[in-house]
């Protein structure tokens, strides 16, 4: 038990310098979070990875603007994989996340933060993970008063969702799993022209999903 408390000491260093370096081989953007929190208690026997108050600023056209902002992410990790070089995640859990879309009059938009690599699309195994410091072994994922922007003043046209609350289960290790996605959102707005064609509406999914995630086909029950 004293391990168990002791322990998380060590690694929170560990996992702070794997955060902020992936971030920034990452992104063309400005990336800050406030505390980290580790426990191998609360998640026993995995180990439970806390971010507070993460956030994602543009720059350049975007100085300012904040692309994402999350008031908690929660990860649960397999505690083997803290002793090698690839972390393994399980679930994540997004707390009041908040999203902003922008498409300026010139097209450019404010999401295109990916760094070039300068590969070739079709030149990337995307089965290989051995450039990143983290693997997505997925059981669970839910997001819990999120909300969503999208800003497209190239088209006049604008949408908003609010209290965004999805809970997505299954095995994504697994080549065929069953994804079963729960979800509703209380308030969709959407103008174009200055027209409104959707205005407090809500939306509420009950669906489960057999996927074929090595040929991205996917069979709906209901």
Request: net charge negative.
């Amino acid at each position: 038990i004293v391990l168990l408390l002791l322990l998380p000491f060590l690694f929170q260093g560990k996992i702070l310098d794997l955060v902020k370096k992936e971030a920034n081989n990452m992104l063309n953007a400005r990336v800050d979070f406030g505390k980290l929190n580790l426990s191998f208690i609360r998640n026993f026997p995995n180990a439970s990875i806390g971010i507070n108050d993460l956030y994602v600023v543009g720059i350049n056209e975007f100085e300012g603007d904040t692309l994402a902002s999350i008031k908690r992410l929660s990860a649960t990790v397999n505690i083997k994989s803290l002793f090698g070089e690839q972390m393994e995640i399980k679930r994540v859990s997004l707390e009041k996340p908040s999203v902003l879309a922008k498409v300026l009059a010139d097209g450019k938009v404010n999401w295109d933060i990916m760094k070039d690599t300068g590969e070739e699309p079709d030149d990337v195994d995307e089965t290989d993970n051995d450039g990143s410091s983290f693997a997505l072994k997925l059981e669970k994922f839910t997001i819990e008063k999120g909300k969503i922007i999208y800003d497209d003043q190239e088209a006049d046209m604008k949408a908003s969702l609010d209290n965004i609350n999805i809970s997505l289960s299954g095995d994504l290790a697994d080549d065929i799993t069953t994804l079963a996605i729960r979800g509703d959102i209380e308030k969709i707005n959407f103008i174009m022209d200055k027209i409104p064609y959707l205005k407090d509406a809500l939306l509420t999914a009950k669906i489960d999903v057999i996927a074929d995630l090595n040929q991205y086909k996917f069979t709906f029950s209901d």
